[in-house]
């Protein structure tokens, strides 16, 4: 290993670790708003940005569950599991689900993430097995909702 590979590697963690310490951030932001018509509660810049994509309003309402956790077995294997935002709509028989991503680059891990959410709609299937269940991927770095079939 050269010292530039060395210093590559210590730069790339680095990377890393501010990444995952944006992330962390930005997920408790997101857990604490709440946006019911004119009621606002949480980071006024994080709700303004919330307010321009109305898609995503309804994840962020009073009936919308965060941080929900979840186990259950899938083919035999055991899987615990925190969704970061839930919304059942008992009514319909449907349940929304969301998971926060904050990379930048969407293509490089969105196969492992369209996994995570086919692992939640899976669990939710075993507590719910009447209801239908969408997930999605909510990328923060641009407030895109990308549905995950």
């Known amino acids: 290993m050269t010292s530039n590979d ?8 680095e990377n890393i670790k501010f990444a995952t310490e944006a992330g962390a951030r930005k997920h408790a932001i997101l857990q604490k708003v709440a946006i019911d018509n004119d009621i606002e509660q949480g980071d006024s810049k994080t709700i303004a940005e919330l307010r321009e994509h109305p898609e995503l309003l309804r994840f962020f309402s009073k009936n919308a569950k965060t941080e929900v956790p979840i186990a259950g077995y899938i083919n035999g294997k055991f899987y615990s599991r925190r969704i970061d935002r839930l919304i059942i709509n008992e009514t319909e028989k449907h349940i ?12 490089l891990r969105r196969a492992d993430y369209k996994k995570q959410i086919a692992e939640y709609k899976e669990l939710l299937r075993g507590i719910y097995p009447d209801y239908k269940i969408t997930g999605y991927i909510l990328w923060l770095h641009d407030f895109c909702l990308e549905k995950c079939d």
Request: negative net charge; charged residues 35%.
């Open 6 to 13: 060395l210093i590559d590697l210590i730069a790339n963690q």
């Open 96 to 107: 929304e689900l969301i998971d926060y991503k904050t990379d930048l680059e969407k293509n």
